[in-house]
């Protein structure tokens, strides 16, 4: 019997082979607190094996993991650490950071090309390395920010013209996206903007102008580019919408009309076109009626529809549900709105005998909505729902009372029970008992509650549900 270390000490001591020794130290470390010489013991034994295999492409991993795990449980972190590392670095440097050994962490994420040698490069201070990675992983904003703070501005002004010019970083290609976000999300617009001039970027120039909150430049190189939309677009930013911009856009529109003309005219430019003009002093009841047949060439509904709402058009935008088929998206926007007989109209047709309900209970049609609650529960007692089925009766039976409907509230509170109870005896043949149970109660049968209750306690006890 084992009643202390010295026992295990003894115990392990007894096996003859060194491999049967660590074995041991693993097996008894698991409920035993193993004297700590024999673990580091084990784990030398399991790391020579792991050293020892040979085989190529089939080398066990076992061994090593397991004298790590040995090493962590004595808090031998180090130790840890480097067997980890012969594996998986990224798990070994994710253990160097949770006990702070952020040198070790920098150097085994780096090792494992992991981005996260980033972070810790930036908390241990190594600038240089920081810069370097931030490069290599693409986070070209953090790099240039890193040489401005350290007030390197020739070198982040290079490092910015270099992706610019050549369009390469670390072998990848660098977009036009990629230079705009530079640029915004650093110091370096104007001289973004000097870049582009000296080298006749319009677009690029005008979509930085954009992004930096500039667009009157944005507006006049977009339209240098032959982007008229996006030039017409920057321009109604301009002085809040003024007749003399306004008239600005109608302008770029009426050019990118005609660019269109000498190419390919398409319903989808036309409709865009068309979006941008149904704008302030632009609006018109033909421009959105364009707008509206061209959703529907388009058989984009769900978008006009979006698109009408957020212009107030309701009968347009309900007009795109419906011929999209989409009537409960129809009948939520109608009820966002407080539009009841058109809430009323979608739900018939969509069959929510629920809904136009509680639509005719509010309009003081009493009986009209009681015949509706019960085809609703005709409905759901078909499918077999009687849960639900129930609560609407209950539903009723507080509607009655308010109307001083003693007969017919009791009718349909012992419709209520009579649903629990089909519920109840529905869950029974699944063998759900305490959901049984609950349906039992709600029906006020307490017999079959505690049948049920009981049931259920025996099945938690013995494991059985």
Same mark, same amino acid.
């Given at each position: 019997?084992?009643?202390?270390?010295?026992?295990?000490?003894?115990?392990?001591?007894?096996?003859?082979?060194?491999?049967?020794?660590?074995? $041991?130290?693993?097996?008894?470390?698991?409920?035993?607190?193993?004297?700590?010489?024999?673990?580091?013991?084990?784990?030398?034994?399991?790391? /020579? #094996?792991?050293?020892?295999?040979?085989?190529?492409?089939?080398?066990?991993?076992?061994?090593?993991?397991?004298?790590?795990?040995?090493?962590?449980?004595?808090?031998?972190?180090?130790?840890?650490?480097?067997?980890?590392?012969?594996?998986?670095?990224?798990?070994?440097?994710?253990?160097? #950071?949770?006990?702070?050994?952020?040198?070790?962490?920098? &150097?085994?994420?780096? &090792?494992?090309?992991?981005?996260?040698?980033?972070?810790?490069?930036?908390?241990?201070?190594?600038?240089?390395?920081?810069?370097?990675?931030?490069?290599?992983?693409?986070?070209?904003?953090?790099?240039?920010?890193?040489?401005?703070?350290?007030?390197?501005?020739?070198? $982040?002004?290079?490092?910015?013209?270099?992706?610019?010019?050549?369009?390469?970083?670390?072998?990848?290609?660098?977009?036009?996206?990629?230079?705009?976000?530079?640029?915004?999300?650093?110091?370096?617009?104007?001289? *973004?903007?000097?870049?582009?001039?000296?080298?006749?970027?319009?677009?690029?120039?005008?979509?930085?102008?954009?992004?930096?909150?500039?667009?009157?430049?944005?507006? @006049?190189?977009?339209?240098?580019?032959?982007?008229?939309?996006?030039?017409?677009?920057?321009?109604?930013?301009?002085?809040?919408?003024?007749?003399? =911009?306004?008239?600005?856009?109608?302008?770029?529109?009426?050019?990118?009309?005609?660019?269109?003309?000498?190419?390919?005219?398409?319903?989808?430019?036309?409709?865009?076109?068309?979006?941008?003009?149904?704008?302030? $002093?632009?609006?018109?009841?033909?421009?959105?009626?364009?707008?509206?047949?061209?959703?529907?060439?388009?058989?984009?509904? @769900?978008?006009?529809?979006?698109?009408?709402?957020?212009?107030?058009?309701?009968?347009?935008?309900?007009?795109?549900? @419906?011929? !999209?088929?989409?009537? #409960?998206?129809?009948?939520?926007?109608? /009820?966002?709105?407080?539009?009841?007989?058109?809430?009323?109209?979608?739900?018939?047709?969509? !069959?929510?005998?629920?809904?136009?309900?509680?639509?005719?209970?509010?309009?003081?049609?009493?009986?009209?909505?009681?015949?509706?609650?019960?085809?609703?529960?005709?409905? =759901?007692?078909?499918?077999?729902? =009687?849960?639900?089925?129930?609560?609407? $009766?209950?539903?009723?039976?507080?509607?009655?009372?308010? /109307?001083?409907?003693?007969?017919?509230?009791?009718?349909?509170?012992?419709?209520? /029970?009579?649903?629990?109870?089909?519920?109840?005896?529905?869950?029974?043949?699944?063998?759900?008992?305490?959901?049984?149970?609950?349906?039992?109660?709600?029906?006020?049968?307490?017999?079959?509650?505690?049948?049920?209750?009981?049931?259920?306690?025996? *099945?938690?006890?013995?494991?059985?549900?």
């Amino acid at each position: 019997m084992i009643q202390n270390q010295k026992d295990l000490g003894n115990l392990i001591n007894k096996l003859s082979t060194p491999l049967g020794r660590a074995r $041991a130290v693993v097996h008894l470390s698991q409920q035993y607190t193993v004297p700590e010489e024999h673990v580091r013991e084990a784990i030398a034994i399991l790391e /020579k #094996v792991y050293e020892e295999d040979d085989r190529p492409g089939h080398k066990n991993d076992e061994p090593i993991k397991t004298a790590a795990g040995l090493a962590r449980k004595i808090l031998w972190i180090e130790k840890t650490i480097d067997l980890t590392a012969k594996t998986d670095k990224t798990k070994a440097a994710e253990i160097a #950071v949770e006990f702070s050994f952020n040198e070790r962490a920098f &150097e085994l994420y780096n &090792e494992a090309g992991d981005y996260r040698a980033i972070r810790v490069a930036h908390e241990l201070g190594l600038n240089d390395e920081y810069i370097e990675l931030c490069t290599k992983h693409q986070k070209f904003s953090d790099a240039v920010n890193k040489h401005l703070e350290l007030k390197q501005e020739t070198e $982040a002004k290079e490092l910015f013209k270099q992706l610019f010019i050549d369009k390469k970083g670390h072998g990848r290609f660098v977009t036009n996206t990629m230079l705009i976000t530079i640029a915004k999300e650093t110091d370096l617009q104007e001289y *973004a903007i000097e870049l582009c001039e000296e080298n006749n970027k319009f677009e690029l120039l005008a979509e930085i102008a954009a992004e930096t909150e500039r667009p009157k430049l944005a507006s @006049e190189n977009f339209e240098k580019a032959g982007k008229f939309m996006k030039a017409a677009g920057q321009a109604l930013l301009l002085s809040n919408y003024s007749a003399y =911009y306004i008239g600005v856009a109608r302008e770029l529109y009426f050019k990118e009309i005609e660019r269109l003309k000498k190419e390919s005219w398409t319903l989808k430019e036309q409709l865009e076109v068309l979006k941008m003009i149904d704008v302030g $002093a632009g609006k018109s009841n033909d421009v959105s009626e364009k707008i509206f047949d061209a959703y529907v060439k388009l058989k984009k509904f @769900e978008e006009g529809a979006n698109y009408f709402e957020s212009q107030k058009d309701l009968p347009r935008a309900l007009s795109l549900f @419906e011929k !999209g088929d989409k009537l #409960v998206d129809a009948r939520n926007l109608a /009820k966002e709105h407080g539009l009841t007989d058109k809430v009323e109209e979608y739900a018939k047709k969509l !069959g929510s005998h629920e809904e136009i309900a509680q639509i005719e209970n509010t309009k003081g049609n009493f009986e009209s909505a009681i015949s509706s609650y019960r085809k609703q529960i005709e409905e =759901y007692v078909v499918k077999e729902h =009687y849960d639900r089925a129930a609560d609407i $009766a209950l539903k009723v039976v507080q509607i009655c009372k308010e /109307k001083d409907a003693s007969g017919l509230s009791e009718e349909f509170r012992l419709m209520s /029970k009579d649903l629990f109870l089909k519920e109840a005896e529905k869950d029974e043949q699944g063998g759900h008992w305490e959901s049984a149970a609950k349906m039992a109660e709600k029906a006020g049968n307490t017999e079959r509650t505690a049948i049920y209750r009981e049931l259920e306690n025996i *099945a938690r006890a013995y494991h059985t549900l």
